[in-house]
Every structure is written in C-alpha cells, then in structure tokens.
C-alpha cells in the first residue's frame, strides 16, 4: 500500500522559505511513470497544483509559482521536498504531497492523483 506523509512547519512569518517533505512508503519515488506532486488548497479555495518531479528526477513548476518554488528529492530516503519563498499570507493552505503517472497539472478532484498524503496546515502569519 502506497502512502505518503507530508512534514513541515506549521506556521512560517511572511517572506520566509517554507520547506516541506513527503516521505513516501510502498512505492520507490524512482518507479517508472511516476509522478511525485505537491498541491495546495488556500482556505475556500479549490485545489492549486504547485510542482511535479518524476522519476527521473525531471521538475515541473506552475508558472506563477516558478520564481519562489523548488521541488527537489532524496532517493536514499524515499522523500521529495518543496521549497517556496518570500512567503506571504496569500500562501496560507493545506499542502497535499501526491502521486500520478501523467502530469497533471489542473486538479479538480482528488480522483485526478492516484495516492495522497493528509495534508498539513501551513499559515503564514507574523
């Protein structure tokens, strides 16, 4: 069984780097076809896809976010990590780690990823 577990900071003051891991268990990150995917849900808002990286080791940036995001893993941990800076209370949300075997970069629905993490609660706030 695959699953996957967010960790990270809480609470991050504004123009910080938040940095979040995904440790993942049943599944290798290096597995073919897979993509290893953090997305985000700002309060009332819907599902916002941040970045991808494969298996390969291949990163993928949402546009608007490119210039403060960096996706990054550990093959000897099994473990993926974001790194988003100059945060601001605009970045506040739950922070989902994801697998897929496309890149998928509009999430509608949870359906759209095949495996998720809980989640984790970040709020930017001084």
């Known amino acids: 069984q695959v699953q996957l577990q967010e960790s990270g900071p809480g609470l991050v003051k504004p123009s910080q780097t938040l940095s979040l891991t995904c440790t993942v268990s049943g599944d290798s990150i290096t597995t073919s076809s897979s993509y290893w995917s953090w997305i985000r849900q700002p309060p009332g808002k819907g599902l916002e896809w941040m970045a991808s990286?494969?298996?390969?080791?291949?990163?993928y940036y949402r546009p608007s976010l490119k210039s403060r995001t960096s996706i990054s893993r550990d093959t000897s941990k099994n473990q993926f990590t974001l790194q988003l800076s100059s945060v601001t209370p605009e970045d506040t949300a739950v922070y989902y780690c994801?697998?897929?075997?496309?890149?998928?970069?509009?999430?509608?629905?949870?359906?759209?990823?095949?495996?998720w993490g809980q989640g984790t609660q970040v709020t930017v706030s001084s």
């Open positions: 990286i494969t298996d390969s080791g291949s990163a």
């Open positions: 994801a697998r897929a075997a496309y890149l998928r970069t509009v999430v509608k629905t949870i359906d759209e990823y095949d495996f």
